[in-house]
């Protein structure tokens, strides 16, 4: 599978939805397979809230592939030697794009809490500005989960003619108060550590020893990902066995995993970057700047697959469920197929457990339309 990985920078400004400007950014992208002539074989990919444009593949000497290689490549599900998939690290993240730890062009200093709050519709017309200078006019599909889900109904309400076919995974309308909630505590945790410095800390700080406050925080998120049953059937009540069952610290294995997944996590994403993404999915509402679901949803052109997983505590299925109501009450059900996923994973199981979804989007991907 060939691999293309870019930055694309923009000089001109991008108006953002809160009325603040971007006078430059830039994009970092990655690419699998080849576009054809007309570049009608492109389907785009949008990673969720902690993921970045590596999407599939591995580079030389890396051990873990991108986040959906089981799905993309060679002969798979979306299959690199027939489509050319695009996945964009979004404005706010840290992996390649704009950011808050981006450098002013006039103070040469990072922009920290000056950089301004995005909205799901702001990182998705910033996508849009690179798919027009990739000459892409027309995409194959769309596909996203969890907060790419979001971007993916976002940008099919608001430019609908951009994409034939929509896949929607674990998603919502609208972020509820219970995942705002889990929000919550990571946003507290980081604000109020020392190290935090009020957003003005130094990044290498935490290449050793990432912000405590922050890898606490994660951890509690990290439930929300799963599920009692995914935790019981990995975990059950295994004590880590060089632990002392009497000692005050001695550990289930539970503890260590979120210990480890908390703490790494700090490590190698920037605090800052959370907080910019989890305000843009806080305040995702898909109805936001119409009169309702219905009056939101109508502008839809695409075909749309919502694939929702039972176990998911985050993102509830009957959230999904009532997109392809509203649907079809308003006599439209030819449009959009929905399905829940007899999974208790959690809501991670989009990351997860590939073979009991995959075919579903492969049927999404033949379907004519």
């Not at 003619?161 to 919502?172: G, M, P, Y």
């Not at 005050?248 to 503890?255: D, I, K, M, N, W």
């Amino acid at each position: 599978m060939k691999i293309q990985t870019a930055i694309a920078h923009f000089d001109e400004p991008l108006y953002l939805e809160s009325g603040r400007i971007l006078e430059t950014y830039e994009l970092k992208y990655e690419m699998y397979g080849e576009m054809n002539e007309t570049k009608s074989n492109v389907i785009v990919v949008f990673h969720a809230l902690t993921g970045s444009y590596h999407a599939a593949g591995r580079y030389e000497g890396e051990t873990k592939a991108g986040w959906w290689d089981p799905l993309i490549g060679d002969g798979k599900i979306i299959d690199t030697t027939h489509f050319c998939v695009i996945c964009v690290n979004i404005l706010g993240s840290c992996f390649g794009s704009t950011g808050p730890m981006s450098v002013n062009v006039k103070t040469k200093e990072p922009l920290r809490l000056k950089f301004p709050v995005l909205t799901i519709s702001d990182m998705v017309r910033a996508q849009m500005n690179l798919f027009a200078r990739l000459g892409i006019k027309e995409a194959y599909a769309i596909i996203g989960g969890s907060l790419g889900g979001m971007q993916g109904l976002c940008m099919s309400i608001e430019y609908p003619e951009f994409a034939k076919r929509v896949i929607l995974l674990a998603t919502t309308y609208a972020t509820g108060p219970w995942a705002i909630a889990w929000n919550k505590i990571a946003i507290e945790g980081i604000v109020n550590d020392p190290r935090f410095k009020n957003g003005n800390y130094n990044p290498e700080d935490f290449e050793e020893e990432g912000l405590l406050s922050f890898a606490i925080g994660r951890m509690a998120g990290h439930i929300s990902f799963l599920s009692p049953y995914s935790m019981n059937k990995k975990f059950g009540r295994n004590y880590v066995e060089t632990d002392g069952l009497y000692e005050l610290f001695g550990r289930f294995q539970v503890e260590r995993y979120m210990e480890y997944n908390g703490y790494s996590f700090a490590k190698r994403f920037d605090p800052l970057s959370y907080l910019y993404i989890i305000k843009a999915m806080n305040i995702f509402d898909a109805t936001r700047n119409y009169d309702s679901l219905e009056d939101s949803i109508k502008h839809i052109k695409a075909k749309l697959t919502l694939i929702s997983f039972q176990g998911d505590c985050l993102f509830m299925p009957e959230e999904m469920a009532l997109i392809k109501t509203t649907l079809e009450n308003m006599g439209r059900s030819d449009r959009v197929d929905y399905v829940c996923i007899d999974s208790q994973y959690g809501h991670d199981a989009f990351l997860v457990e590939y073979d009991k979804f995959d075919f579903y989007i492969k049927k999404a991907l033949e379907s004519k339309v």
